[in-house]
């Protein structure tokens, strides 16, 4: 008998999970249910090209009606599980409704961190996660408007970038010494700064923000002793996994829902993929990766074990993010001690940096350089060693380098 598969969150993941499952076969009835009003949707345009009003909503969506149609898909949207059965093998809805499965699979991705510092729930006080949230940033999106902007990581960029288009008066409030800190090396962190400051975006690094203040509505913010006008504040300080229905169903979870590579959790009938989860990485070590490549990958690899040709995920992680005209793209996982070598100039606006570890390319960064992303990509999915001296030479074709 065909088994019956329940998708929890409807989103990146889910979207390709169930696109996977058909294509491997799978043929039992299929069940995705999301808590938000919209079937599965991409997120990266929402703080880039979507904020900046260049991209119709309907781009956003990753299938059509008629896709989840043929793939003999129900959607049941607007609905939240709360609670996963596991010894009945159901999952129950707020509203109480209990759909049966066979498999589950939960793709519930992440919530925003929240600020915590007085006057951090006034109005004006903004988040960047979903539809809903661009649409309340975009009505108060207007030419003067000062927004202020609590940290300096991809999102607050993003969102630096597009408000600095749009005639927005922006101040970056970052606790750190350097922006993007966990995510790229300090030469692109300072090129980054570089490239706000020209646009007009003051910088206010090694500033921690201390209150929102105002009354009833934000008129200003309190960081490293001063006081800052804003009209607005949108915060970006990272997210947190959605685990929770995990974990209350006794499932492990380490920041994370604990998966293996093909994405079972510790229950055999029971799979997540995408942000909400943690695995071991193509280093050894436990990782929760926050990206497109990361949702996709794990859910094709969910559908292939679900569909009973399991086959393990170590894939190299990449990532984007655009800000102004300047495209960055990062593949691999960098770490403090690698070797980093600098080809191109910065002055140029068009660079990368390689990071080499025991002479084996690690990680490489580039500011619109896809030649050099997409060939640093591939030399560390085959763990190639490319002599430091080379990848410095910019008269030597990347091409002519493996
Ligand atoms: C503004 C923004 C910009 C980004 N830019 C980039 C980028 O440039 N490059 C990149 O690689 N990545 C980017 N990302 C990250 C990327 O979007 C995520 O990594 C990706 O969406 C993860 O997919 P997912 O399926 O795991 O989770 P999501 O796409 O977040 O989907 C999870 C869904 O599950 C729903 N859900 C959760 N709990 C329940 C429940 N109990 N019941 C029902 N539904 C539930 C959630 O509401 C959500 O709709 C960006 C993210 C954001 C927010």
């Known amino acids: ?31 995705l249910i999301g808590d938000e009003a ?8 929402l703080s880039k090209a979507y904020l900046l009003g260049s991209f119709a909503r309907e781009r956003l969506f990753l299938k059509s009606d008629q896709f989840y ?31 049966a499965f066979d498999k589950l699979l939960l793709t519930t991705g992440t919530r925003v961190r929240r600020l ?12 960047l996660r979903d539809i809903a949230d661009v649409d ?19 999102i607050g960029l993003e969102v630096a970038a597009v408000a600095a288009k749009r005639g927005l008066d922006v101040t970056v409030f970052e606790a750190m010494d350097r922006l993007m800190a966990r995510a790229v090396s300090g030469p692109v962190s300072d090129f980054f700064a570089a490239e706000h400051e020209k646009s007009g975006v003051k910088l206010k690094l090694r500033t ?77 070590t436990a990782i929760r990766l926050e990206c497109v490549q990361n949702a996709i990958d794990q859910a094709r690899h969910c559908a292939l074990a679900i569909a009973g040709k399991p086959a393990s995920y170590s894939e190299v992680p990449w990532f984007w993010s655009d800000q102004y005209d300047l495209k960055l793209q990062i593949a691999g996982l960098a770490r403090a001690g690698d070797q980093i070598v600098l080809r191109g100039d910065p002055a140029a606006r068009k660079f990368s940096v390689f990071h080499l570890r025991g002479g084996i390319v690690a990680a490489v960064e580039a500011v619109n350089a896809a ?32």
Not at 12 to 29: H, I, K, N, T, Y
Request: glycine share 14%; aromatic share 4%; proline share 6%.
């Open 371 to 402: 030649p050099d992303y997409l060939a640093g990509r591939k030399w560390i999915a085959d763990g190639a060693r490319i002599a430091a001296e080379k990848l410095a030479d910019p008269s030597i074709p990347i091409k002519q380098m493996a």
């Open 116 to 127: 915590r510092c007085p006057g951090a729930d006034l109005a004006g006080v903004h988040y």
């Open 136 to 154: 309340g940033l975009q009505a108060v999106f207007r030419p003067g408007a000062r927004i202020a902007i609590v940290g300096g990581g991809y």
């Open 208 to 284: 921690g923000v201390e209150a929102i203040e105002g009354d009833g509505r934000v008129e200003g913010i309190k960081a490293g002793g001063q006081a800052y006008p804003a009209d607005i504040v949108l915060v970006g300080i990272g997210v947190l996994p959605k685990d929770e229905l995990a974990t209350r169903a006794g499932l492990a979870s380490q920041d994370g829902i604990v998966v293996d590579g093909n994405g079972r959790t510790g229950d055999p009938a029971i799979f997540a993929a995408g942000d909400c989860t943690r695995h071991i990485g193509r280093e050894g």
């Open 1 to 31: 008998m065909s088994e019956r598969l329940i998708i929890v969150g409807a989103g990146q993941a889910a979207a390709q999970a169930v696109q996977s499952l058909r294509a491997e076969g799978f043929d039992g009835p299929i069940t």
């Open 69 to 99: 149609r043929e793939s003999d898909c129900t959607l049941i949207l607007g609905a939240r599980v709360a609670a996963i059965h596991r010894a009945e093998k159901t999952v129950e809805l707020a509203d109480g409704r209990k759909l």
């Open 38 to 45: 919209w079937p599965p949707y991409q997120r990266p345009p």
